[in-house]
């Protein structure tokens, strides 16, 4: 129907007998569980290592080299796909228990693990953990529910895992999903979602008209609020199944340019919200498109294992034990990238694999 109606907005009259959607959909059904994310994840697992290896161990870096960096911005990638690919799971199983279970499981056992880790090595290196606020701060941790604690205030560059503060917005994301499709009738969801978009997408500017108030941006950045409109925006463009347009399967060596282009254009506002939120929007649909160009490509590099999850978590404890101990000066990027991949995957390999094999008929 909205096919049909767009044909008569448009008086689009493409072939006798050939529809709108025929034009914009492959001829044979695309396969939503063949891609590339896993590969996508890694490559902005890693980006994302770059940028706090420079922002953390206040390393120079040119103006040029930062923004370049930032066409495949770690954090928003992320968002994106795990909107994309959890609504998508939802979708082919609504159960609630099993929902919740299976997110439980991919994200939970990681972490808890990484927090071990944590304690025990900062243990070693001189943190006292016999103290009240430890009995507060430990099942925080375990819940999902990240801070750094006073005692550890000081211990590196002032944060005890800085890439932990995604979790508990990740994990907002999860409670949330099932709300909209609960509120919002399954066959109305998607025209809710452009609106929806659109109101995330204002409190984003909203969150930075007033980033400088003493302590706001703080609380706000940490809730789901000022990044929930990119998890929308892989809601809604899984909702839409763009995966099987022709525009998109196969097409990532087009999109790629128009990245670029985009980028070049606009290269003295790329510091700006108003380029944030346009570019994000080419981005998610790159992001898809690269994910099925070559669709088995990921399954081929990393035979199924999906280490950025590990690679994430644990690549913050690597840079400030570096900075407490003093070693900034003998350790170079492609160190700090080594040894996050190596523990990113002897966390997939004995922690986190295991643990979601026992998911239940889920897609991701």
Request: charged fraction near 15%; hydrophobic fraction near 50%.
């Given at each position: 129907m909205i096919w049909s109606?767009?044909?008569?907005?448009?008086?689009?009259?493409?072939?006798?007998?050939?529809?709108?959607?025929?034009?914009?959909?492959?001829?044979?059904?695309?396969?939503?569980?063949?891609?590339?994310?896993?590969?996508?994840?890694?490559?902005?697992?890693?980006?994302?290592?770059?940028?706090?290896?420079?922002?953390?161990?206040?390393?120079?870096?040119?103006?040029?080299?930062?923004?370049?960096?930032?066409?495949?911005?770690?954090?928003?990638?992320?968002?994106?796909?795990?909107?994309?690919?959890?609504?998508?799971?939802?979708?082919?199983?609504?159960?609630?228990?099993?929902?919740?279970?299976?997110?439980?499981?991919?994200?939970?056992?990681?972490?808890?693990?990484?927090?071990?880790?944590?304690?025990?090595?900062?243990?070693?290196?001189?943190?006292?953990?016999?103290?009240?606020?430890?009995?507060?701060?430990?099942p925080s941790q375990l819940v999902g529910f990240i801070y750094t604690p006073s005692f550890l205030i000081n211990y590196g560059f002032g944060s005890y895992n800085g890439s932990l503060w995604t979790i508990p917005v990740e994990l907002q994301f999860y409670i949330l999903l099932p709300i909209l499709y609960f509120v919002f009738n399954r066959g109305k969801l998607t025209?809710?979602?452009?609106?929806?978009?659109?109101?995330?997408?204002?409190?984003?500017?909203?969150?930075?008209?007033?980033?400088?108030?003493?302590?706001?941006?703080?609380?706000?950045?940490?809730?789901?609020?000022?990044?929930?409109?990119?998890?929308?925006?892989?809601?809604?463009?899984?909702r839409l199944q763009v995966y099987n347009w022709r525009i998109i399967y196969n097409r990532g060596l087009y999109w790629l340019p128009a990245c670029l282009s985009f980028f070049i254009i606009f290269y003295h506002y790329t510091e700006t919200p108003i380029y944030a939120i346009f570019y994000n929007i080419i981005l998610a649909f790159s992001l898809v498109s690269f994910a099925y160009t070559l669709p088995d490509t990921a399954k081929k590099l990393l035979c199924k294992n999906d280490i950025s999850y590990g690679i994430y978590i644990?690549?913050?404890?690597?840079?400030?034990?570096?900075?407490?101990?003093?070693?900034?000066?003998?350790?170079?990027?492609?160190?700090?990238i080594a040894s996050s991949y190596i523990l990113g995957y002897i966390s997939w390999k004995l922690i986190e694999r295991p643990f979601i094999k026992l998911k239940r008929r889920s897609t991701v």
């Amino acid at each position: 129907m909205i096919w049909s109606g767009l044909e008569d907005i448009l008086h689009i009259n493409l072939d006798p007998g050939k529809t709108i959607s025929q034009f914009f959909f492959m001829k044979e059904q695309v396969k939503f569980n063949v891609n590339n994310f896993d590969l996508l994840r890694l490559f902005a697992a890693t980006e994302v290592i770059a940028d706090h290896y420079y922002q953390h161990l206040n390393l120079p870096i040119s103006e040029l080299s930062l923004k370049l960096l930032y066409l495949f911005p770690g954090v928003p990638v992320f968002f994106i796909i795990s909107g994309y690919l959890i609504s998508g799971s939802f979708e082919r199983n609504n159960n609630y228990r099993d929902y919740f279970t299976n997110r439980a499981l991919r994200i939970f056992p990681g972490l808890w693990c990484c927090i071990i880790v944590t304690i025990v090595v900062f243990a070693i290196t001189g943190v006292d953990f016999f103290n009240k606020e430890m009995i507060a701060w430990l099942p925080s941790q375990l819940v999902g529910f990240i801070y750094t604690p006073s005692f550890l205030i000081n211990y590196g560059f002032g944060s005890y895992n800085g890439s932990l503060w995604t979790i508990p917005v990740e994990l907002q994301f999860y409670i949330l999903l099932p709300i909209l499709y609960f509120v919002f009738n399954r066959g109305k969801l998607t025209r809710w979602l452009f609106v929806l978009i659109a109101v995330f997408t204002a409190i984003f500017l909203f969150n930075h008209a007033l980033e400088n108030i003493h302590g706001f941006k703080k609380i706000f950045w940490h809730s789901f609020l000022p990044n929930f409109y990119l998890f929308l925006l892989g809601v809604l463009l899984q909702r839409l199944q763009v995966y099987n347009w022709r525009i998109i399967y196969n097409r990532g060596l087009y999109w790629l340019p128009a990245c670029l282009s985009f980028f070049i254009i606009f290269y003295h506002y790329t510091e700006t919200p108003i380029y944030a939120i346009f570019y994000n929007i080419i981005l998610a649909f790159s992001l898809v498109s690269f994910a099925y160009t070559l669709p088995d490509t990921a399954k081929k590099l990393l035979c199924k294992n999906d280490i950025s999850y590990g690679i994430y978590i644990y690549h913050g404890l690597i840079l400030t034990v570096i900075v407490q101990l003093k070693l900034v000066s003998h350790i170079n990027l492609f160190i700090v990238i080594a040894s996050s991949y190596i523990l990113g995957y002897i966390s997939w390999k004995l922690i986190e694999r295991p643990f979601i094999k026992l998911k239940r008929r889920s897609t991701v």
